[in-house]
């Protein structure tokens, strides 16, 4: 991460996270098959299937609609590349969120969300990749309990990133994300276990004119505690 990014985000943090008044912490597990499509100019494309991992904390206030979020994910190593193909790229990246209850009933809420998002690549024997895009982002996401079948949760996300904190055509520098969990109803573990899927697409276009693209696709399960 750049020298730049670190103050950021703690500042960040300390401004979304206020200590007094907590009433409960819910905590995110994940795992995912991501497929990755990447295309970059000057370098070739990538087309493989990644393990990734994801974490979340979200934070709500005693009798208040706000809540607060923190969450990352990792894609970590390829489960899957085509014979002859040893290339491909990591990805990190992390969101920090503070979100307003818009709609709130017994059976559904729905909330819209602002925060900072940041995501970074590292590559394998590749000639591309990017580092250190980040960016504010709008968040709405809701939740709809099921009358006997459980609970969907889903978000959409959109982010407009720049590598140097700095504001860069929104046309061509984003992030579009959305994902969809369905956590059924289960007495054999002591937490909620749901079936997740996540979409996404980055495109930037860097000063030196290179322009990259980034799209997943990925399907695993969520532990909520």
Do not use: C
Request: hydrophobic share 40%; aromatic share 18%; proline share 4%.
């Amino acid at each position: 991460m750049k020298r730049g990014a670190i103050p950021n985000l703690i500042a960040f943090a300390f401004l979304i996270f206020p200590m007094s008044g907590l009433a409960a912490v819910t905590s995110m597990f994940g795992y995912s098959q991501t497929k990755i499509l990447y295309s970059q100019d000057q370098s070739p494309d990538l087309n493989y299937w990644m393990h990734t991992l994801k974490a979340g904390v979200e934070i709500t206030k005693d009798d208040s609609r706000w809540a607060y979020g923190l969450s990352g994910y990792a894609a970590l190593e390829p489960s899957f590349t085509y014979p002859g193909d040893n290339s491909y790229l990591r990805f990190f990246g992390g969101n920090l969120r503070v979100a307003y209850s818009l709609i709130s009933k017994k059976r559904f809420q729905l909330s819209l969300a602002a925060g900072y998002y940041y995501v970074t690549s590292l590559a394998n024997s590749y000639s591309g990749g990017f580092e250190n895009l980040n960016g504010p982002q709008i968040y709405p996401s809701f939740r709809y309990k099921l009358k006997k079948a459980g609970l969907i949760t889903g978000y959409a996300k959109y982010s407009p990133v720049s590598s140097k904190f700095e504001i860069l055509s929104i046309k061509g520098n984003y992030e579009l994300a959305a994902g969809l969990t369905y956590f059924f109803k289960q007495q054999f573990f002591p937490f909620s276990l749901g079936l997740s899927f996540d979409f996404s697409e980055i495109r930037f276009s860097a000063s030196s004119g290179i322009t990259s693209a980034l799209k997943t696709a990925s399907a695993g399960f969520t532990i909520l505690l």
